[in-house]
């Protein structure tokens, strides 16, 4: 069964256990294989704002993450992917947004003092993630306007 590659522990081969695991989905051209997508549902249909960009948010990591800087210009949801969640782990990425879109957060909790999504063209917001062992929490935090 593919995996993605373990900290420490794949040295010298984390290369290949890593194309082993995309390759589950994706063809060698890195488009999503037409095996790895049910055709059961239009997602469309059950949202009339069609996706376009989902991000699994891991907490399986011990000592945390940070996402590449993403700009935002289209309909984006971050999701939990709670496959091995340690407790206490988190993570940040920054988003620049482009002056329409703002993404969703599936599956998270908004802790109560965050601030809102800037949309402004060029605002960068500055989300962190976190899960304590019950629930998954985002906050963002406005960097600058």
Known sequence: MSRLPTVGSDNNDWGNVLNDFLSVSLDTDGTIKSTAV????????????????????????????????????????????STGAISGTGGTVTLKADGATTPTF????????????????NAYNLVMFYYDGVRYWYTIKTVSA
């Not at 599936?106 to 063209?121: E, M």
């Open 106 to 121: 599936s599956g998270f909790t908004k802790i109560n003092d965050s601030d809102d999504y800037l949309v402004t063209l």
């Open 38 to 81: 049910s055709t059961k549902a239009n997602i469309t249909d059950l949202n009339p704002k069609a996706i376009s960009y989902i991000v699994a948010v891991l907490f399986s990591n011990p000592q945390g993450f940070v996402m590449p800087e993403t700009t935002i210009n289209t309909a984006t949801v971050f999701t939990v992917d």
